[in-house]
């Protein structure tokens, strides 16, 4: 996952909200629990190098205050967008090269931050760093609104006369676009202003989640008593043992209970701030702003859930051969998350680092040549230690440098996934600064994970040929099988249940604590066939809204869903087309953020507003079935 929110239009009173966007993303990525009791951080290969940012602190500091040393002078040009294309050009490349710089600020602050959680220094070097962004934000909040009137007339003969404007092209023609949608100087500054009182609802909920709620305790069947906190939670859920499983699922939902009102008000005032601002900035509702942003067809929202409906029968045949392949007579919530086959198996980085570029021998020479170098050198954090971030990510944020990928490697299947995955995100990123300026480099978010999951998609094919049994190749199916309900389905679940908060607010609706939950208990049960006997889901776990941070920065959860089903159109082409598709597919890379991803996605082959993409994913499930159940049937 990228670390970072691409700002198409230099919309700069957004990039206070980046860090928070970003870190909260990281939450749900497959496979990614850090295991804190084990360190392999001996060898200084494996951590990442930030001397390439800046030697010391103090460098960074100086980099930092120089960035706020110019916001005075950014002030200074209010007023100046009318004395022609050459000062016209000045501020925006003034503006061009405080971002630039505040970036690569920020990203030295935040991987710094993210080694150990624990370290107050460095927390409040990520601190600063937002701070300075907010800063930025506001000095900056004068020139949307100077460009708008202006005019696009002006604005064209600006770029006829002055050639240098060239890499600002497609951000002016999106600052225009924005113009229903931009405030006087006055209204923007303001809203920029307001950005941190209008998160208190995710701030609210990160310290009770994170830090206030006193999680249970419980005595697993082996005897060990663990701590039932999210990753307690998440690690215990897979118990093969299903007593365990249930005492799991009864301790953490039974405790999130308790919060039902708490967070209910809080995740209502997040979404009254968000419907406020949609409406401050004069759209219909919080789907059209979000959207917007991309200039994404509002039809891609509304064709995956529509798909995804039809295709619950798919969902529901999953759930049916994991009851026979766990060998139970009926399923429950608390049997979704136990591996459908278990393998004593554990690979090593070098065998990661192998098996990925074995799977990407199909992009050619320079690209195996230039992901083997980028690899071996110390662009990564790669082992789990106590404090560091769990999650994995990329952050390519620094433009001059190189990208940086945060893994907590912990040698299974899940864990080379999730190299391949963000080596994804690391090519991607190498391919466009290769290709692109900085002003067009950095790719929307809606792009950003389509690639990678097709490279996660490359490493399963590959690794399910070179199996060596059935019950290797059944784990691995398995493993592709769980990555479309959990991402196709399940996100899709969510980025429904959603929109359909947001709706009711904008109707005029009161959204309790208790009303949320029997909204998503409507959802969650005709998802899992609960009325139909299919997966059986107690009361207490309608509460899982809860737990899910995705629902605090707006309408995001639906891109797992079209990446990952962009991504499996993409592989699907390279299969059947060969070389052209994969062309389009590294042209898409090289392209980074110089189009809408919309068309520069049609452009790469798949067009997400029709039904073809998404039912070829649910037809790849289909298959990925079939071949699970003739391998059980020849077992059997």
Known sequence: MKKYKH???MRLTQLLLVKTFFLLSLFFAPGLLADQHESKETDPSSVWDLTELYPNDEAWNTAREEVLGQLDELKSRKGSLSDGATSFYETHQLVSDLYRKALRVYSYASLKADEDLGNAPNQEKDQLAQQMFSRVAEAASWIDPEILKLGADTIEAYQKEEPHLAPFAHSLRNTLRNAPHTLTDEGEQLLASASQPLQAGYNIYGLLANAEIPWPEIELSTGDTVTINSQGYSTHRQSEDRDNRKQVFDAY??????????????????????????????????????????????????????EVNKALPTLHRYFKLRERMLGIDQMHYYDIYPPLVSLDQEFDLEQAKTMTLDAMSIFGDGWVNMQRDAM???????????????????????????????????????????????????????????????????????????????????????????????NERLSYLGNGLEAMRGTFFRQTMFAEF???????????????????????????????????????????????????????????????????????????????????????????????????????????????????????????????????????????
């Not at 009102?261 to 209502?268: A, R």
Request: hydrophobic share 35%.
């Open 376 to 470: 071996d050198k110390r662009w990564m954090h790669v082992y789990p230690q106590p404090g560091k971030r769990s999650g994995a990510y990329q952050n390519g944020s620094a433009y001059d440098v190189h990208p940086y990928l945060l893994l907590n490697f912990n040698g299974t299947y899940d864990a080379v996934s999730t190299f391949a995955h963000e080596w994804g995100h690391g090519m991607h990123t190498l391919y466009a600064k290769s290709e692109q300026p900085f002003e067009t480099a950095d790719y929307s978010t809606f792009i950003a994970e389509i690639p990678s999951t097709s490279l996660e998609l490359l490493l399963e094919e590959n690794t399910i040929r070179q199996a060596q049994n059935d």
């Open 498 to 636: 959603e929109l359909s908060l947001y709706e009711a607010i904008e109707r005029g609706e009161a959204l309790s604590g208790e009303k949320i939950t029997s909204m998503y208990a409507e959802i969650v049960r005709r998802y899992h066939g609960h009325d139909e006997g299919v997966v059986i889901i107690d009361d207490a776990y309608t509460r899982e809204w809860m737990f899910i941070p995705h629902f605090y920065y707006n309408m995001y959860v639906y891109q797992y869903a079209t990446s990952k089903t962009a991504g499996a159109a993409l592989y699907d082409n390279m299969l059947t087309e060969g070389q052209p598709a994969i062309d389009r597919f590294i042209q898409l890379l090289k392209d980074g953020g110089s189009d809408y991803p919309h068309e520069l996605l049609k452009k790469a082959g798949v067009d997400l507003t029709q039904s073809a993409p998404y039912r070829a994913l649910v037809k790849r499930m289909e298959e990925t079935m079939d071949q699970m159940e003739m391998i059980l049937d020849k077992i059997h």
């Open 253 to 306: 939902w039974g405790k999130w209970g308790e919060y039902e009102n708490t967070i209910g008000m809080t995740l209502n005032s997040h979404l009254q701030a968000q419907v406020f601002l949609s409406k401050a900035r004069n759209y219909d509702s919080v789907l059209q702003r979000e959207l917007f942003q991309d200039n994404l067809p509002e039809d891609i929202y509304r064709t995956l859930v529509k």
């Open 7 to 9: 700002i198409q239009s």
